[in-house]
Nanobody
Framework: QVQLVESGGGLVQPGGSLTLSCAAP????????MGWYRQAPGKQRELVAR???????NYADFVKGRFTISRDNARNTVYMQMNSLEPEDTAVYYC??????????WGQGTQVTVSS
């Protein structure tokens, strides 16, 4: 089992931007689609965006046009550029395979707080 480590979260004003990063073992990154998920207090974890090994992307409608998921195959790293952040985006953000696999543990995540 592996546990991925997310980074890049922080406190940002509404309308601001952040970039999240997640490095994965090559045995995971080179085989499975990857996704960014988030969980706000009192809510279930939800899929935010996903990217296939071939680079095809898909976004939840509530972030489409604002967030961009990408992957760097040389670094085995998946990114999510988040623009035009809103208070409703406040959550702990996690990366995992898509669909999530039991062999990849949910990590600590990285906190994104959007507040004025």
């Amino acid at each position: 089992q592996v546990q991925l480590v997310e980074s890049g979260g922080g406190l940002v004003q509404p309308g601001g931007s952040l970039t999240l990063s997640c490095a994965a073992p090559g045995s995971i990154f080179k085989v499975y689609a990857m996704g960014w998920y988030r969980q706000a207090p009192g809510k279930q974890r939800e899929l935010v965006a996903r990217i296939t090994v071939g680079g095809r992307t898909n976004y939840a409608d509530f972030v489409k046009g604002r967030f961009t998921i990408s992957r760097d195959n040389a670094r085995n790293t998946v990114y999510m550029q988040m623009n035009s952040l809103e208070p409703e985006d406040t959550a702990v953000y996690y990366c995992n395979t898509y669909p999530p696999r039991t062999s990849v543990l949910w990590g600590q995540g990285t906190q994104v707080t959007v507040s004025s």
